[in-house]
T-cell receptor, first 113, second 115 residues
Framework: AQTVTQSQPEMSVQEAETVTLSCTYD???????LFWYKQPPSRQMILVIR??????QNATENRFSVNFQKAAKSFSLKISDSQLGDTAMYFC??????????FGTGTSLTVIP | EPEVTQTPSHQVTQMGQEVILRCVPI?????FYWYRQILGQKVEFLVS????????KSEIFDDQFSVERPDGSNFTLKIRSTKLEDSAMYFC?????????????FGPGTRLTVT
C-alpha cells in the first residue's frame, strides 16, 4: 500500500519570506504522480502543483516549486515570497496512474503579516 | 472556469437514517470519486467510478455505501443507515479521461453530521 507522510502538522512564515513543506512517500511503483493541494479555510481543495515521477526536472508554478528526490521518495514544496492568501492546509498526494489519491495528513501553514 | 459542485453544503441526520450526497462533476469529465475527511484527519479515498460502474473502492466503502450516476450529470453517494462515525466532510472529485496529468478536481464538500 502507498503511504504519504507529512511530518510538519503546523508551520508559519512571515509574509514575503520563503517556506518549505516536506512530504515523503512509500511505494514500489516506478511510474506515478505527486501533487500538492491547497485547502483554504473555505475547504475546497485546489491543485497547487504536480510532478510526474518519470520527469527528473522539478516542477515550478510561479512562486511554487518542488524538490523531487525520487530515490529518497521525497517531494517537498517551496513557497517563495509568501502571501497572506497562502494561509491554508496543504496536502501532499500520491497517485498511481489513473487511480485513487493517497493523501498525507496535511500541514497547516499560516502566513504572518 | 468549470467547477465541481456539491449539495447540500451541510447535512444533519439522525443515526440510522439514509442520506444522499449529491455532486455535479465537470461536464466533460469521465472519472468520478468520493473521498471523506473526518475532522482533523487525512482525506481518505472511498470509491472511484467510470463507465457507469465502480472501478475501485476502499475498505471504508462497505455495504452501507452506494454510488450512482442517475442522469448523466449527477453523481451521488448514498449511505443507507448512518452511524455516528460517518460524520465527516465528503468530497466529490472528477477528472477527464486523458491529459491534465491526472489532476482531480474537487468540489467544496458536504459536511455530514450524524447525531
Amino acid at each position: 500500500a502507498q503511504t504519504v507522510t507529512q511530518s510538519q502538522p503546523e508551520m508559519s512564515v512571515q509574509e514575503a519570506e520563503t517556506v518549505t513543506l516536506s512530504c515523503t512517500y512509500d511505494t514500489s511503483e516506478s511510474n506515478y504522480y505527486l501533487f500538492w493541494y491547497k485547502q483554504p479555510p473555505s475547504r475546497q481543495m485546489i491543485l497547487v502543483i504536480r510532478q510526474e515521477a518519470y520527469k527528473q526536472q522539478n516542477a515550478t508554478e510561479n512562486r511554487f516549486s518542488v524538490n523531487f528526490q525520487k530515490a529518497a521518495k521525497s517531494f517537498s514544496l517551496k513557497i517563495s515570497d509568501s502571501q497572506l492568501g497562502d494561509t491554508a492546509m496543504y496536502f501532499c498526494a500520491f497517485m498511481r496512474l489513473g487511480n485513487q489519491f493517497y493523501f498525507g495528513t496535511g500541514t497547516s501553514l499560516t502566513v504572518i503579516p | 472556469e468549470p467547477e465541481v459542485t456539491q449539495t447540500p453544503s451541510h447535512q444533519v441526520t439522525q443515526m440510522g437514517q439514509e442520506v444522499i450526497l449529491r455532486c455535479v462533476p465537470i461536464s466533460n469529465h469521465l472519472y468520478f470519486y468520493w473521498y471523506r475527511q473526518i475532522l482533523g484527519q487525512k482525506v481518505e479515498f472511498l470509491v472511484s467510478f467510470y463507465n457507469n460502474e465502480i472501478s475501485e473502492k476502499s475498505e471504508i466503502f462497505d455495504d452501507q455505501f452506494s454510488v450512482e450516476r442517475p442522469d448523466g450529470s449527477n453523481f451521488t453517494l448514498k449511505i443507507r443507515s448512518t452511524k455516528l462515525e460517518d460524520s465527516a466532510m465528503y468530497f466529490c472529485a472528477s477528472r477527464p479521461k486523458t491529459g491534465d496529468g491526472y489532476e482531480q478536481y474537487f468540489g467544496p464538500g458536504t459536511r455530514l453530521t450524524v447525531t
